[in-house]
T-cell receptor
Framework: ETGVTQSPTHLIKTRGQQVTLRCSSQ?????VSWYQQALGQGPQFIFQYYREEENGRGNFPPRFSGLQFPNYSSELNVNALELDDSALYLC?????????????FGPGTRLLVL | KQEVTQIPAALSVPEGENLVLNCSFTDSAIYNLQWFRQDPGKGLTSLLL?????REQTSGRLNASLDKSSGRSTLYIAASQPGDSATYLC???????????FGKGTTLSVSS
């Protein structure tokens, strides 16, 4: 059973650019959630996808968007990057429909916006 | 709006001590509560998950308790080791399969 993987591990962008982060869910998991973790803070929920549909969204602007693919891998896209977008981005997969409510997190992508 | 608070923010103990980390939440109508460990710059590792109907869960040297009515959970670590040094995060889910709401964490340092 493979765990949750994310790519890239680190990324540097400049203000105004766009970025795409990728996540591969744990085998058999159909739900993926994305979180943003600023330095010294707990993770903040961005959105969740269940079977390719958005299934909940946190307090993030529309320039944060996502996709989930038929193989349950996922992307997080951020447009018009701002300095405050610098953070660790975490994805987590789970299988709630089978009673598996534990969320399994990937290692994260650290994004720095200059 | 659910808010999760963790106290203390940081804790330093000598090896071998038993210790307790605290987590409180403002809305007692939770679905479950989860404790995670995070090493510096890394992702989160799930330690224990307590369903709202449960009072505690144990895994090895870790024991987590839940008192929904008072909005509190504690993580008890027995016989602490330097390898336990990390940030411990508490998170609640208000409904099944939904977003986790995290506290800011307690950073633990265990010295040998």
């Amino acid at each position: 059973e493979t765990g949750v993987t994310q790519s890239p591990t680190h990324l540097i962008k400049t203000r105004g650019q766009q970025v795409t982060l990728r996540c591969s869910s744990q085998s058999g998991h159909n739900t993926v959630s994305w979180y943003q973790q600023a330095l010294g803070q707990g993770p903040q929920f961005i959105f969740q996808y269940y079977r390719e549909e958005e299934n909940g969204r946190g307090n993030f602007p529309p320039r944060f968007s996502g996709l989930q693919f038929p193989n349950y891998s996922s992307e997080l896209n951020v447009n018009a990057l701002e300095l405050d977008d610098s953070a660790l981005y975490l994805c987590a997969s789970s299988q709630p429909s089978s009673g598996g409510e534990t969320q399994y997190f990937g290692p994260g992508t650290r994004l720095l916006v200059l | 709006k659910q808010e999760v608070t963790q106290i203390p923010a940081a804790l330093s103990v000598p090896e071998g001590e038993n210790l307790v980390l605290n987590c409180s939440f403002t809305d007692s109508a939770i679905y479950n509560l989860q404790w995670f460990r995070q090493d510096p710059g890394k992702g989160l590792t799930s330690l224990l998950l307590i369903q709202s109907s449960q009072r505690e869960q144990t895994s090895g040297r870790l024991n987590a308790s839940l008192d929904k009515s008072s909005g509190r959970s504690t993580l008890y670590i027995a016989a602490s080791q330097p390898g336990d040094s990390a940030t411990y995060l508490c998170a609640v889910a208000n409904q099944a399969g939904t977003a986790l709401i995290f506290g800011k964490g307690t950073t633990l340092s265990v010295s040998s």
